[in-house]
């Protein structure tokens, strides 16, 4: 991978972000697709699973590893970000994006065929692995493919794919799932990714204008650190299954620790996870990389609202799906949005956004766990509203934190700070899919379970998850503030 030089200059001095028709215009316009239709083939899984699984808990059993489905998952995405960086240097544009979406597909036969939870769970995270490769690679290609004035745009359009992901995602498992076929809607996305790789074949070959310098030293691969940041995020999920809360208390503890000792070694090793700088919330980059594991730490309950519609609302599985699809929905159109605003107005969505993401989620608090007070269509308009302003607070800052992450990035560390924002935002979701089944089967998801331990479970999940994106809050009104003396 070449080498992708970013400027350390203050993101207000950056070019006027370019016009959608610019990006859409000629090659770009075809580099483009090919860049996004791999995150749209994840965003549509994601939102497949989301809806199938409570039909899949009922067939072959596993509610008490419900969350795991999404914590392996998303450490095999984990692995896939870092190795993203030494895949493309190897195989080049073209090739790593064929092999990713090979590990995706092979990660959806597993599924597909899965007799039990374990296997199930071992699908999940090739699939992880892939969908990973995938998300890091739009990422790093960004840089490569785009003048810097389209970077806002191109990442705008790279969340937007998680709004094309709400109107097939659930309508696609939730129509499997009402047929009591699931299975096949993890065979559904066999012939979208072969889709997606004719389209990459053509459009990222060599010829076709696309940069590949092979470097003369190969990136190294931080073992050490996945292998920690792995091992964390485990330990969290796994205190869930302790018997006592004291002891689900200390594996949190235990699996946040590992979780620093990781960062501790990647600060000194010659092989970095993160670039430098990424670990001092006092600097910008540390304090941008902070806020977006915060996000998406509140953005992990999504993967609990299907079943608490279900269970409490009554909702059947594809309406389920589409109002839990809401929360995607308003990320994609909060990025698509504010992609492009500069300046003063990007420090407004910034503030803005944590704030928004907050205020829904303790919405949701309040309207999840007890149906039928305000009338059903009433309430079911207002819960989608909810999960829409949760995701909309995500997306209206999402271009410009991951804009800041490229600009502030130190000299000859661009292209490891691409791969790295996948990393952070992937370890966020896994720690906070792993805390979110630790506290719903704490509080009563299983025992006592059913209707009563749904309500308790929706109630603390969801209020204690404001907590994430209110930190995110104080850290964008810190640093905008610190601007004038450190940008």
Known sequence: MPSVTASSADPSEMPPTASWAELFTGRNGWRALALTGGVALHAVNVHIVTTVL??????????????????????????GATLSVRLLAVLGPRGACLAALAVFTAGSVGCALAPAMPWLLAGRTVQGLGGGLLGALSYG????????????????????????????????????????????????????????ALLVAVQLRPGAGVRHVRPAAMPGIPLLQIGLLAASVLAIAASGLLPRLAWQASGVV?????????????????????????????????????????????????????????TLHG??????????????????????????????????????????????????ALLLPFPGRLGQGFETSLVAAALAVVGLGVGIGWPHLVTRVMSLAPQGEGGLASASITTIQLYGMAVGAAVAGLVANAAGLTVPGGVEG??????????????????????????IAAAPRRW
């Open 454 to 479: 749904a309500q308790s479970a929706a109630v603390w999940l969801f209020a204690s998850f404001a907590l994430a994106p209110a930190l995110a809050a104080l850290l964008a009104y810190r640093v």
């Open 254 to 310: 235990a699996g946040l620790a590992i979780g620093v000792a990781a960062t501790r070694i990647d600060r000194r090793a010659a092989v970095r996870l993160l670039p430098t700088g990424a670990y001092a919330l006092s600097a910008p980059l540390g304090a941008i990389y902070a806020s977006v594991a915060l996000l998406l730490v509140g953005v992990t309950t999504e993967i609990f609202v299907p079943y608490f519609l279900q």
């Open 54 to 79: 409570p039909s899949v808990v009922r067939e072959i059993r596993g509610l008490d590893w419900y969350a795991w489905s999404t914590t392996l998952f998303v450490v095999g995405s984990i692995l």
């Open 141 to 196: 290609l960004i840089q490569l493919v785009f003048a810097q004035r389209l970077w806002p745009r191109a990442v705008a359009l790279v969340s937007g794919m998680w709004g094309v992901a709400t109107l097939c995602g659930p309508a696609v498992g939730g129509l499997f799932a009402q047929a009591g076929h699931w299975r096949w809607a993890f065979w559904f996305l066999l012939p979208v990714a072969a889709a997606q």
């Open 315 to 364: 909702h059947s599985p594809l309406a389920a799906g589409y109002l839990t699809a809401a929360m995607a929905g308003g990320w994609s159109a909060g990025s698509l949005l504010s992609s492009g605003r500069s300046g003063a107005g990007a420090n407004r969505m910034l503030r803005a956004g944590p704030v928004a993401c907050t205020l829904g989620l303790a919405a949701l």
